[in-house]
């Protein structure tokens, strides 16, 4: 038992709300946390994720520091590059990443699974499986019950919703908060890495991160995942020996069959996808980003042909749309459960991230007297809104069906123009360094 002053109900075990969970228990506030999957071993889906300054400084904040070190251990080795291509597998612009300069500022790599893995270790005495919620109650003496598909329930001050994209708390609370598609379908598979697919990559993208533009509004995203473990599950021995320690004791590790991969993931404007894209099986997928990428460079149709079947799924993008802000209540909302938006800015995690670690801050301050409940938490949402939504619109003016590149005949002069300038900066090291620092402008906001 805690003895801090109220006791928060977090409803999903994802990244935003494991997060908040670990922060809360770190600073001494009681917190429980209710997901749906029956397992830890459940849910173990997605690819590379990058956690920029934002998001590891939230993880730093909210993580023990052994929690953290195995976080930092079970990340890839760090992209080193951002090449723009062509569908030739030709640079346009070929940017090179600033070097990690401390280990909570760097841009990290890290598969998804494996940092849900690593927000699930020691959280046993926090964390409830099978536990599908189904509605909440807000009771008169100013707590909140939250109720489940199995006839159990959980009482506390504060509800947070962390449960994602279709956030059941969501649809209770704020039925006027929608998502809608973004006019945008992804394929998505992993490649095994190995000698024969790293030399189909020119060596740059392998070294980092490869993101294709071409005609009819097609793109596609490449990256390289080599991790500090084996395909057995081993250390590998150019690692550090704490390192090698940290993994070697690692829990989660023995329930993550992550292994070096290069990930690639096409997409383009739903109009250009049959209407059955999203029930069709991943080698009918395979077959049709071939059908769709006939002319493209053969490296990149055998990446395709050398897809794990098992790993291939559509997805069909989604954003929220921004609502104004919301009377405060004993219930708030976090990560994709709030703000979906497309991956066009690469910031949905971190903004999730952000939003545990400014939430832990509101709340300790309220558990420390400084502040009500209430008080802590209009003050997280007021700034949690303006950023969430700003990111929002962002990434939808990026990635989104309605961009003029999906266009046909306006769309090859608008991708023309845009390698024309990439190509220009490419040349001009004054326009290649406004870029990169654009790039990490829109990925570095950290709270005090």
């Known amino acids: 038992m805690t003895g801090s002053k109220f006791h928060v109900i977090i409803i999903g075990a994802g990244t935003g709300g494991m997060c908040l969970a670990h922060g809360l228990r770190r600073a001494g506030i009681s917190v429980a946390v209710y997901e749906r999957h029956r397992h830890r071993s459940d849910g173990l889906y997605g690819y590379r994720v990058g956690i920029d300054r934002t998001g590891s400084y939230a993880l730093n904040k909210c993580l023990s520091p052994d929690l953290y070190a195995t976080f930092v251990a079970t990340c890839a ?5 951002f090449t723009f291509l062509d569908e030739q597998l030709r640079s346009v612009l070929d940017l090179k990443l600033r070097e990690l300069t401390d280990e909570v500022g760097g841009e990290k790599s890290v598969s998804r699974m494996t ?24 009771n008169a003496d100013g707590t909140v019950t939250a109720f489940f598909e199995d006839g159990t329930s959980a009482t506390g001050d504060l509800l947070v919703a962390a449960d994602g994209t279709r956030s059941r708390v969501r649809q209770q609370y704020l039925p006027h908060a929608k998502t809608l598609d ?15 697919t790293k030399a189909l990559l020119p060596p740059h993208v392998f070294q980092g991160i490869g993101l294709m533009q071409a005609p009819h509004g097609y793109s596609c995203i490449l990256h390289s995942m080599e991790f500090n473990w084996d395909r057995d599950g081993r250390a590998k021995n150019n690692i550090g020996g704490n390192e090698a320690e940290l993994l070697e004791k690692w829990p989660g590790l023995l329930y993550d069959n992550t292994r070096d991969y290069i990930n690639w ?3 383009a404007s739903t109009d250009k996808f049959p209407g059955t894209v999203m029930q069709m099986r991943p080698a009918e997928l395979v077959a049709l980003v071939k059908r769709m990428c006939h002319d493209w460079h053969p490296n990149m149709h055998k990446l395709f042909d050398l897809a794990d079947l098992d790993s291939c799924f559509p997805i069909n993008i989604q954003t929220s749309v921004p609502i104004p802000q919301w009377k405060t209540t004993n219930v ?17 995690a971190n903004t999730a991230l952000r939003d545990a670690a400014l939430l832990r801050k509101r709340l300790i301050e309220a558990d420390a007297g400084q502040k009500s409940l209430l008080q802590a938490v209009n003050e997280y949402e007021t700034k949690m809104i303006k950023y969430g939504f700003e990111a929002v619109l ?12 999906h266009k046909p005949v306006v769309g090859r002069v608008a991708l023309a123009a845009t390698r024309t300038a990439l190509r220009v900066a490419e040349r001009v090291p004054a ?3 406004k870029i990169l620092d654009g790039m990490y402008d829109a990925r570095s906001e950290v709270d005090d």
Not at 77 to 81: C, G, K, M
């Open 265 to 267: 993931g096409f997409w």
């Open 332 to 348: 708030t909302l976090l990560g994709d459960a709030i703000h979906t938006m497309t991956p066009g800015m690469g910031v949905g």
């Open 77 to 81: 080795r760090e992209p080193r590059y």
């Open 182 to 196: 973004a006019g945008i379908i992804s394929i998505t598979a992993k490649v095994p890495m190995n000698e024969q």
């Open 115 to 138: 940092l849900r893995q690593v927000l699930l270790t020691d959280a046993d005495d926090m964390v409830h499986f099978d536990k599908v919620f189904t509605r909440y109650e807000q």
């Open 394 to 405: 962002k990434s939808r003016k990026l990635t989104s069906g309605d961009q003029i590149t």
């Open 431 to 433: 326009m290649k360094a």
